[in-house]
């Protein structure tokens, strides 16, 4: 098929030179079933060297090419120039700091994702010689959707929580404390609590579900949040009953 031209719209700002973010539009061959990364790459080898964006595997699988196309966070690995006009605009995702032209600092939601203990915290330590835990299919099923996330942090872009909000915790910190609380082999559920059902925490998310919709994997954050608060509001009164143990 005949090469497409397309004018690629994208955000830049270097922060030793610009006071700033500007725009900077390049025209692209592009092959007709190329994605918006492909296009980018094009540029970066062929037209300007000085492009700064973050990639990996091309596969949808390691998260890192998070960008906002034409006004809606994706993974630019996974979409398609073919879905769009002659001209598209490409920016950093929303609600980060710009590093660099389409990189964004992910520090704030690093510290987050630490804060929820995203790890097996077991009942006590298994040797190498006790062997593996088992789980049944079922016990999988219960939390295998929300371990699926891959941090490109499209939906935190996407949060409206977490554009008002500095101290939310944000969509896929919280689903991934559900994955683990749902987990058979852990026992960290009270270990999360002061940060999962805290007001930054569960409690700030207004259902929006703006996260699940741009999910590139349908992780579906909205409903694990969702989840956690019933789960949170029935340790609390819980609690009342057992003088409050858990």
């Not at 719209?9 to 692209?28: C, F, G, I, K, S």
């Not at 996974?78 to 609600?95: A, G, M, Q, S």
Request: glycine share 4%; net charge negative; hydrophobic share 35%.
């Amino acid at each position: 098929m005949a090469e497409r031209k397309m004018q690629v719209e994208v955000l830049r700002y270097d922060p030793d030179r610009d006071t700033e973010p500007r725009y900077q539009t390049y025209e692209v061959g592009c092959d007709p079933d190329w994605v918006v990364l492909d296009a980018l790459t094009k540029i970066k080898d062929e037209i300007d060297d000085s492009l700064s964006f973050r990639w990996s595997c091309h596969m949808a699988v390691c998260g890192s090419c998070g960008m906002t196309v034409n006004g809606e966070p994706v993974l630019s690995c996974k979409t398609f120039i073919r879905d769009f006009p002659d001209k598209i605009k490409v920016e950093p995702l929303d609600n980060f700091p710009i590093e660099r032209d389409l990189v964004v600092v992910m520090d704030d939601f690093i510290e987050k994702f630490e804060a929820v203990k995203p790890y097996i915290i077991p009942k006590e330590p298994r040797s190498i010689e006790q062997g593996t835990y088992l789980q049944t299919p079922a016990q999988l099923k219960a939390y295998k959707q929300y371990s699926m996330c891959i941090n490109c942090l499209c939906c935190y872009a996407a949060c409206p929580q977490v554009a008002l909000n500095d101290d939310f915790i944000g969509p896929a910190a919280l689903a991934l404390a559900h994955r683990y609380n749902l987990d058979t082999r852990d026992v960290g559920r009270s270990a999360r609590e002061d940060v999962v059902a805290a007001h930054e925490g569960v409690w700030e998310c207004s259902f929006v579900g703006a996260c699940s919709q741009v999910c590139p994997k349908d992780v579906d954050p909205a409903a694990a949040i969702q989840q956690s608060k019933i789960a949170s509001t029935t340790d609390y009164f819980t609690s009342f009953i057992t003088g409050g143990s858990k």
